[in-house]
């Protein structure tokens, strides 16, 4: 073969080379064409952290992650969608998707979630839907969502929620509707809706365990908070007589209507507005409130940072889990191999190109 034929061989196997290189960080399990990932049935226990840097839609399905760990979309400054459903997740550690922002859509539906972690979605910011639909969640823990700002929607629907923690959606602010909706909560903690500030809230339709918590989630709607309320077609399973002085304090802001109690037994059926004329609580007067004392909860000091970890489940030496150091040096490791072939093939081109 002439100089020149060899000289086409070799930039054709560089060309090959270099035109796999994008399918060679599409991790196996995923689809890649040009800045969107689709990965199905991912047999790994940890989010994927290391795909193309460039990608901007990313939709995850039927895999095997138990756990969204710290950072873990930080390698991606230009994604925009993130889809994750069919999976059964662990934990949603800390700060997973801390600094994150401009994205178009998070979305999380039909997933086992054991647990979103303090501080799971802090400081999430400018980001039009975050959404969490048709999924079992064991806990949503205290401030797991805190300090969201600028947010056009970010919704809660269709959960089996087994715990929602004391002030578990804390401090968010722009965020222009805040839907709950059609969900089933096990246990409520105190103000699990806290320091709400500009918001439009939508709580319809859900089934609370009892009054306790439930009476929070309307007690700051005035006109310095700027909270707009429906809480409405709810089902209470155990109410409190004294729930019922709750629409004395509402406002042209609240819409509370439609609201039912299941129980105790005397009341069942009654509308929550209804309550202080019923007999039972006429009997036992409007502020009547044994039995149904609310337990307080542990009040422990939270903190707003990345650094304060959510559960003392999580050890933090899973972050630096080994798998994730593999997938990296793994990655590189093909990086370095195909800079190292393509340099090569360059100089061996421009020899046989000399000769
Ligand atoms: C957000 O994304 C849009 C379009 O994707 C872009 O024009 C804009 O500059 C981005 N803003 C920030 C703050 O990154
Ligand atoms: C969700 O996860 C829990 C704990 O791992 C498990 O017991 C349960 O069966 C799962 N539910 C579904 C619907 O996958
Ligand atoms: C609610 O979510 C479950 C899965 O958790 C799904 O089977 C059901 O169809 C959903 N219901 C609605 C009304 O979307
Ligand atoms: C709430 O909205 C008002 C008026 O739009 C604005 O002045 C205020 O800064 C906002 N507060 C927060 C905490 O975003
Ligand atoms: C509130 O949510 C319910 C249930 O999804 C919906 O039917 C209703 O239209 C919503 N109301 C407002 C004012 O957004
Ligand atoms: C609670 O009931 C007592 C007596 O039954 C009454 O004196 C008191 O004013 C009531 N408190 C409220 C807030 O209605
Ligand atoms: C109802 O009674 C409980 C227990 O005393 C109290 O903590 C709660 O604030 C009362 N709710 C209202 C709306 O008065």
Redesign the pocket.
């Known amino acids: 073969m002439s100089s020149r034929g060899w000289t086409g061989l070799l930039w054709w196997l560089l060309m090959c080379y270099y035109c796999d290189a994008r399918t060679d960080t599409c991790i196996i399990g995923c689809e890649c064409v040009g800045t969107t990932i689709e990965c199905q049935s991912l047999d790994r226990e940890s989010f994927p952290a290391n795909l193309d840097p460039d990608t901007e839609i990313l939709r995850i399905r039927e895999s095997k992650i138990s756990y969204i760990q710290r950072n873990a979309l930080a390698k991606m400054p230009h994604l925009r969608v993130l889809e994750i459903s069919s999976t059964d997740i662990i934990y949603i550690q800390t700060c997973a998707f801390s600094g994150i922002s401009n994205f178009t859509s998070i979305k999380f539906s039909k997933n086992n979630i054991t647990s979103i972690v303090q501080n799971a979605f802090a400081l999430v910011a400018d980001v039009e839907e975050l959404v969490f639909e048709n999924s079992k969640i064991d806990t949503i823990s205290t401030q797991a969502f805190t300090k969201i700002r600028d947010v056009g929607t970010f919704r809660l629907?269709n959960l089996t929620v087994n715990k929602l923690e004391r002030e578990a959606i804390d401090d968010v602010s722009g965020v222009l509707?805040l839907?709950v909706?059609?969900n089933k909560f096990a246990y409520v903690g105190q103000s699990p809706l806290n320091k709400l500030v500009n918001v439009?809230l939508?709580v319809?339709?859900n089934i609370f365990p009892s009054h306790c918590g439930v009476g929070d989630i309307y007690t700051n709607v005035d006109r310095e908070t700027n909270v707009i309320l429906?809480f409405?077609?709810n089902v209470i399973n155990l109410c409190a007589c004294n729930m019922s002085l709750l629409r004395w304090q509402t406002s042209a802001a609240v819409t509370l209507d439609e609201n039912t109690c299941s129980g105790p037994p005397e009341i069942a059926g009654s509308f929550l507005n209804d309550l202080a004329d019923t007999p039972f609580c006429q009997v036992v007067g409007a502020n009547r409130t044994t039995p149904l004392w609310c337990p307080v909860t542990r009040q422990m000091r939270v903190l707003h940072n990345c650094h304060a970890f959510g559960s003392p489940l999580i050890p933090q030496e899973e972050v630096k889990d080994p798998r994730i150091a593999e997938d990296r040096d793994s990655n590189n490791g093909v990086a370095n191999i195909e800079s190292n072939v393509y340099l090569v093939s360059v100089v061996l081109s421009f020899l046989f190109y000399l000769y």
């Open positions: 629907r509707n839907h909706d059609l439009t939508n319809s339709q429906f409405r077609f």
